[in-house]
């Protein structure tokens, strides 16, 4: 598919949702028009809201607390689940011996641990740091794992005939197969570095746009919260994008895939 034709058609599937929203709250078809607006609020009363706050200026400093958060959450954790996750990979009886343990690590829930992190490193940005990075950290060392353990035993073989040491090994074969499995869990881990930060804010914090979001509720304000919600979105969408321009800078090698234009 073209990247015009792609293009149109996302922005078609914007529009519509935007023109359903309006028309179920302007007209009576769910019930009465006054108690939905309660509930969805309006497309205009929330791009006026999203409007207000960068208009006056209110947004920008939670904006950047939230942005410091989820990009430190970001790094910290995709480097050291790819650090560990090839190094794991590489060790198969280390691994062996800690597989239990990370495991029991994952399946902990993190709403448990962000009244932990807060009691930790207090109501500052790294307790949201903190949770953003539980986050991440599973998401890629998984995926890096498994990229390594992935490489075809033939490519090995003839790598190691051709007189490959381990440097050349982890450049040309181990690197090159693990950088499909990262960058794919990078797309999704940026989605959850924004959450670990969003709700950090939201159970205890000054400022941020969980913060916000979290004002936004306790007084019923709707329009409030859908334009914390949307101005996240087109955050994260962003940051996805700039990580799409690098994974394409570092993967030019790799075969277009079938049907993209």
């Known amino acids: 598919m073209k990247r015009g034709t792609l293009l149109a058609l996302q922005i078609g599937v914007a529009i519509a949702i935007l023109a359903l929203w309006y ?25 006026q809201r999203i409007w207000k706050m960068f208009a006056t200026g209110v947004i920008w400093k939670h904006l950047w607390i939230t942005l410091t958060e989820t990009i430190l959450a970001f790094l910290i954790g995709s480097i050291s689940g790819v650090l560990i996750g090839f190094w794991l990979a590489r060790q198969p009886r280390v691994a062996a011996v800690f597989d239990p343990y990370i495991k029991m690590a994952n399946a902990l829930p993190r709403v448990v641990l962000a ?15 903190a949770l953003g990075v539980t986050l991440v950290f599973f998401i890629v060392f998984f995926n890096v794992y498994q990229g390594v353990k992935e490489v ?15 440097r050349q090994l982890f450049r040309h ?3 090159p197969s693990a950088l499909s499995w990262m960058f794919s869990s990078l797309h999704t881990s940026i989605g959850f570095a924004l959450v670990g930060a969003v709700v950090g804010e939201y159970l205890g914090s000054a400022a941020g746009l969980g913060y916000l979001i979290h004002e936004a509720e306790s007084v019923f ?9 949307i101005v996240l979105s087109v ?12 994974e394409n800078r570092l993967l030019s090698w790799r075969p277009p895939v079938q049907g993209q234009g």
Request: hydrophobic share 60%; charged share 10%; no cysteine.
């Open 152 to 166: 075809s035993p033939v490519v090995l073989a003839n790598a190691r005939m051709l007189g490959m040491n381990e």
């Open 173 to 175: 074969v181990y690197w």
């Open 221 to 229: 304000d709707v329009a409030g919260v859908f334009g914390g919600m």
């Open 235 to 246: 955050f994260v969408i962003s940051i996805d994008w700039l990580v799409t321009l690098v």
């Open 115 to 129: 009244p932990i992190f807060m009691l930790w490193f207090g109501l500052g940005i790294w307790s949201k740091v």
């Open 23 to 47: 028309v179920l709250t302007t007209w009576p078809i769910l019930g009465e028009v006054k108690q939905i607006r309660f509930f969805f609020s309006t497309p205009y009363d929330v791009w």
